[in-house]
């Protein structure tokens, strides 16, 4: 009676393995830029709630960093010019930025972030 053999071999487990790695490696690089984002956005929902009465662009910015400090946001990821305000459809704040992350060698990711949130209340004139 001859015995039938199942399962993987050595080369396949270890191709299995190598492609894992790799798409582990990938997202142990990329999960921190996302969770970095989602601190932002976390960031922008408290400003936003909070209101902007009377405060000008300035002082949102400035705010708005203050807070990011507390969701662990890397100072160099936003710059105060990333911040602005759009008027065009009411009044909502935006933040775009774009992270760079280094992968393998030469290889880099370029991640595009954009999020906008509307405002509440009256923005000074300055």
């Known amino acids: ?3 039938k053999q199942a399962g993987i071999t050595l080369i396949g487990f270890l191709v299995v393995l190598v492609v894992v790695a790799f798409f582990g490696y990938m997202a142990m690089k990329l999960v921190p830029a996302y969770t970095e984002y989602m601190g932002v956005t976390k960031a922008m929902t408290q400003v936003s709630t909070d209101g902007v009465e009377g405060r000008s662009l300035d002082e949102i910015r400035r705010d708005l960093l203050f807070k990011m400090d507390f969701q662990y946001v890397d100072d160099a990821t936003i710059e105060p010019q990333d ?4 008027r065009s459809n009411g009044k909502q704040l935006h933040v775009a930025y ?13 991640l595009h972030f954009e ?5 509440q209340g009256n923005l000074s004139s300055l």
């Open 115 to 119: 999020k906008s949130v509307p405002l």
């Open 1 to 3: 009676m001859k015995s």
């Open 98 to 110: 774009d992270k760079q992350i280094p992968f393998i060698y030469n290889i880099d990711f370029l």
């Open 83 to 86: 911040i602005t305000i759009d």
